[in-house]
């Protein structure tokens, strides 16, 4: 049996102009706004004092610079981490998309050329065991929807219980265990 950590702590990068308007980012690169900038700075006073032994980011600029930024410029790539790929959806709202597909979430329908819900599971259950097999506590530097899916399988739920858990630029997120029980400890903080 391998060890398990006493928390994963999960922490969305900063506001992008993308993020803020809602439209789907996944492989694009696009930069922290100043806003973005001065909330993932902000984020060095909250998670000082705390020990990690493990700090991993997605590969993508928005979270390396979220995670340069909070205090750990030397955090380990995990391509893994990186945001739901969105396919024909990347740089649309999902208003867009809707005008297309009617009710469409990315719960619970594809994205054309894109990843399925199943594949994101895949990985993240990757950065779950990774997670698990360090022990200690580890913190990651995500995005929303792969963040969101992150945390289910952590739970042990289907990625598609995303859908209830909703996840700000900028926060910080704590998951742990109480007694054997995987749990949230704090969320979207």
């Known amino acids: 049996m391998t060890a398990q950590p006493d928390e994963l702590w999960i922490v969305r990068h900063g506001e992008t ?6 439209r789907h980012t996944s492989r694009t690169e696009v930069s922290l706004t100043a806003s973005g900038e001065q909330a993932a700075a902000r984020l060095a006073d909250r998670l000082a004092g705390v020990e990690f032994g493990l700090v991993l980011t997605s ?18 790539v995990e391509d893994d981490l990186a945001e739901w790929d ?4 990347e740089g649309i709202t999902t208003a ?6 009617p009710a469409w979430t990315v ?6 050329g894109g990843e399925t819900a199943d594949q994101v599971g895949a990985r993240l259950d ?9 022990g200690g506590r580890v913190l990651v530097f995500g995005h929303g929807h792969a ?13 598609t219980e995303g859908r209830l858990l909703r996840l700000d630029t900028a926060t910080v997120s704590v998951l742990g265990y109480e007694h054997e029980t995987a749990v949230v400890a704090r969320w979207n903080a």
Do not use: M, N
Request: net charge positive; with cysteine; proline share 8%.
């Open 59 to 76: 590969p993508r600029q928005r979270a390396r610079r979220t995670a340069e930024l909070a205090g750990f410029p030397h955090a380990h």
């Open 86 to 89: 969105y396919g024909d959806y």
């Open 126 to 134: 990757r950065v779950v065991a990774k997670a698990r097999a360090h």
């Open 96 to 101: 867009q998309i809707r005008q297309r597909v």
């Open 17 to 22: 102009e993308w993020s803020r308007d809602g």
């Open 107 to 112: 719960w619970t329908d594809p994205c054309p």
């Open 147 to 159: 963040s969101r899916a992150l945390a289910c399988r952590w739970l042990g739920l289907p990625v």
